[in-house]
């Protein structure tokens, strides 16, 4: 019989939604029924394409005894981390803070008042490498909640206040300088792999945010290492098999130091951020290998995560049906020679072998290969690699498919609408703008109240309820400017501006211009989180300082210049000593530094070939974080456009930053030497 989960949208909560442990979603209600019982809680937070929380759910959740032994002894209340990233980072704070690691499956036992005392992320089922089992944990937690009751207690409360006193340093609330910037700079070089590319060893994560900090740099100060170490980095990652060399699209992260073999799921957030930096890299080196990987990855999302309704889904399970009915991580995405010989013949198949670096042995598991691109002497015939791609992939569409999380996550959707839409305007795609044109109508249509309050998630039309966070607010403001540039729509402006309000009225510290994760008028969590650090995708509070600049450059906003300014202190503080993890918060910084510059294209429409001309010159020019709008001379689309006239009868481009502008100018040669000075 299903349990309260059923009627949850998450996918993940359904997954758990028949497991014979009594779950509650998180709830006022759950907890009330933790005291009423005189009860802990069980809170068990993963989400729907983390491969160890299947494991832990087969292993001991859909076990019968297990399940009637926790049911009897606690409150299981099961949250999926993705819908509520508030509740995940204060108890995944409690958890590094007592244990010196994290993860998920991420298992906390809780008084009834919420607060934690005892920690851990996977259990296994029996007692494995100094790891208790899970029925030893809940035996020993029962036990000590029945007899050592306020000792428990104590620790709990030892806890919150410990967490309470965890106060971020803000640094001088003013931005990064040269001094700063250069530091993070040689910071990074000294973690950076020369050999293999990307920094620190394995597990290799795609360093996405610090390559766009890399590009910025170069763009702002010519340095040659900074462009090195983002091109070395972007060509190993889509050489290597993190890369899905058939289909497209970046996996999570790369178990090894080489990016060979990927924890297979793939994150729209991981595939929009690096979608966004291999355009950007085309943009600042023409490289064709960043045109392809650009293109590949935003045909992937458009392909494989877009929904029904036009936003697109969070992620693709690691795990699928190997063909036997069991589920094995990466069994979509590997080959055998053997295999290889079946679809493509023995000829090509040698080919194929030689091209794709596979082995007898294997490169993953039991003789399979993870598809790659090693680098190598001699020309392959491009028209033949193609036909071979074709055909795997085509073959491989037989294959039982890995699930895939079909909620819509505001942030993550904000993210993938700046990538499509840059995409496709330096691309002359205009079926990738329309992609993020129709992701931004859900988000305003199904996540939009009337006060331009932001819900986090939505699936199959329905929006979920939980509210936005910083994230949210701060990256589909980030994906809303982006559109407003690239198709000369001001209202995309405005909505940014809607959103952007918010961030300053509800989620700022008005004295230090701190910024929060979640909105004063929140549920109250036993801490307010406030995590400035970028890891996975930026933090709410880098991608808030980010989108705030960009507001401000548009409108010339002082609110949003300052608060935008103060936001980056933090950068200031943390920028010289852990540039890997403010990667985010330092291409902001590039881009307050260098103005931003603003960019005003005034012709008589889109459609006029002059206008498209220095629109697009505009749209590729390198200056960090520069701002663009086109319109006609009398439009009130944009600030920006207001009483700029053509010039001669031509359509003319006006440059400004820091409160000096250029000469207009009519020539598109000009135009781009302006922005790439």
């Not at 497991?19 to 937070?45: G, M, Q, Y």
């Not at 919150?160 to 965890?166: F, M, N, Q, S």
């Not at 079909?406 to 839409?421: E, F, R, T």
Request: aromatic residues 8%; proline residues 6%; hydrophobic residues 40%.
């Amino acid at each position: 019989m299903p349990n309260r989960l059923a009627h949850e949208t998450s996918p993940y909560l359904l997954q758990h939604a028949d497991n014979p442990v009594d779950w509650w979603p998180w709830s006022a209600e759950a907890f009330e029924e933790a005291r009423k019982r005189n009860v802990p809680v069980l809170l068990s937070i993963g989400y729907s394409s983390c491969h160890w929380c299947h494991v832990m759910a087969h292993e001991s959740f859909e076990d019968q005894q297990t399940a009637e032994y926790l049911n009897a002894h606690f409150v299981g209340v099961k949250v999926d981390r993705e819908e509520r990233p508030d509740i995940d980072a204060v108890y995944m704070e409690a958890v590094q803070a007592a244990t010196g690691q994290g993860g998920w499956p991420m298992t906390v036992f809780l008084t009834p008042d919420a607060e934690p005392f005892y920690f851990g992320t996977y259990f296994p089922p029996a007692p494995r490498q100094g790891m208790p089992s899970f029925r030893q944990v809940l035996q020993g937690v029962h036990q000590a909640w029945e007899e050592r009751r306020d000792e428990v207690t104590e620790v709990a409360g030892k806890i919150v206040r410990d967490l309470a006193g965890r106060e971020i340093s803000y640094g001088d609330a003013q931005t990064p300088g040269e001094q700063e910037l250069a530091q993070a700079l040689l910071a990074l070089t000294r973690e950076y792999d020369p050999q293999r590319g990307g920094f620190g060893g394995a597990p290799k994560f795609p360093p996405s945010m610090v390559l766009e900090f890399l590009l910025r740099h170069h763009a702002r100060t010519g340095a040659e290492g900074a462009l090195q170490m983002a091109q070395d980095t972007c060509e190993r990652m889509a050489r290597g098999g993190i890369y899905d060399q058939l289909g497209g699209g970046f996996a999570r992260y790369s178990v090894d130091r080489d990016w060979i073999v990927p924890h297979f799921e793939k994150m729209l957030y991981d595939n929009a951020l690096l979608c966004r930096v291999y355009a950007h890299l085309w943009r600042a080196t023409g490289s064709e290998l960043a045109r392809r990987v650009a293109l590949e990855t935003a045909d992937f999302m458009v392909r494989e995560l877009r929904t029904a309704e036009g936003g697109f889904a969070s992620a693709l399970d690691a795990d699928s049906d190997d063909g036997t009915g069991r589920h094995v991580e990466g069994a979509y995405y590997v080959w055998t020679p053997g295999q290889l010989r079946e679809v493509l013949g023995e000829q090509d198949a040698e080919l194929a072998v030689q091209y794709f670096g596979v082995t007898e042995e294997g490169t993953f598991e039991h003789g399979q290969s993870v598809l790659q691109l090693p680098q190598q002497d001699g020309l392959f015939d491009a028209e033949k690699i193609a036909s071979i791609r074709e055909r795997l992939l085509a073959k491989r569409t037989e294959r039982p498919a890995p699930g895939r999380d079909d909620k819509v996550v505001a942030a993550w959707n904000g993210l993938a609408i700046a990538a499509l839409a840059e995409t496709g305007a330096y691309f002359d795609r205009p079926d990738l703008v329309e992609a993020a044109l129709a992701a931004a109508d859900l988000l305003v249509r199904l996540h939009l109240d009337e006060q331009a309050r932001l819900t986090r998630t939505s699936k199959d039309g329905h929006a979920g309820a939980n509210a936005g966070v910083l994230e949210d607010y701060a990256d589909v403001a980030e994906g809303f400017l982006a559109l407003a540039s690239v198709t000369g729509e001001g209202v995309w402006l405005e909505f940014a501006g809607f959103l952007l309000d918010h961030v300053l009225a509800r989620f700022t510290d008005e004295e230090s211009g701190a910024l929060f994760d979640t909105a004063a008028d929140a549920e109250r969590l036993i801490r307010r989180p406030q995590d400035p650090t970028d890891n996975a995708a930026p933090s709410g509070w880098t991608a808030a300082a980010g989108a705030l600049l960009s507001y401000a450059a548009h409108t010339g906003s002082e609110p949003h210049r300052t608060a935008a300014e103060k936001a980056l202190g933090v950068v200031k503080a943390l920028g010289p000593r852990v540039p890997r993890f403010i990667g985010w918060g330092l291409a902001a910084a590039e881009a307050a530094l260098d103005g931003p510059r603003e960019v005003a294209i005034v012709g008589p429409s889109l459609d006029h070939e002059g206008t498209r001309t220095l629109h697009r010159t505009a749209l590729l020019g390198t200056a960090p974080g520069a701002v663009v709008a086109v319109g006609a001379p009398e439009s009130d689309e944009f600030p920006l456009l207001a009483d700029r006239p053509l010039v001669g009868g031509e359509p003319a481009a006006y440059v400004c930053r820091n409160f000096t502008c250029d000469a207009p100018t009519t020539e598109a040669d000009r135009l781009r030497a302006v922005l790439s000075d």
